[in-house]
């Protein structure tokens, strides 16, 4: 069974760049779905980035251009990275992965904060 551990977070300016890891305990080949969500203080979570076992990207509008989702199999890790970064993108990211039959784990959370 894969855990998942984030790491990357922290403070950074606006405009600046940030990369988020996601660390499997085990192999991720067998999940179908690689994702990043992020929550900000009383809104509700967002998918921001996914990430197909194939290796097809999608994002949510408001981020495209900015963010890049990849993945490397061989280390295990999903990496988020994060550039041209505004204040709005302040919150806690988690990382997901989906298995075949309704099996999902969650990331405990890194946080992100970008100052204007």
């Known amino acids: 069974q894969v855990q998942l551990v984030e790491s990357g977070g922290g403070l950074v300016q606006a405009g600046g760049s940030l990369i988020l890891s996601c660390a499997a305990s085990r192999s991720i080949s067998s999940a179908y779905f690689m994702g990043w969500y992020r929550q900000a203080p009383g809104k509700q979570r967002e998918l921001v980035a996914s990430i197909t076992n194939s290796g097809t990207p999608n994002y949510a509008d408001s981020v495209k251009g900015r963010f890049t989702i990849s993945r490397d199999n061989a280390k295990n890790t999903v990496y988020l990275q994060m550039s041209s970064l505004k204040p709005e993108d302040t919150a806690v990211y988690y990382c997901?992965?989906?298995?075949?039959?309704?099996?999902?784990?969650w990331g405990q959370g890194t946080q992100v904060t970008v100052s204007s």
């Open positions: 997901n992965a989906k298995y075949p039959f309704q099996s999902q784990l």
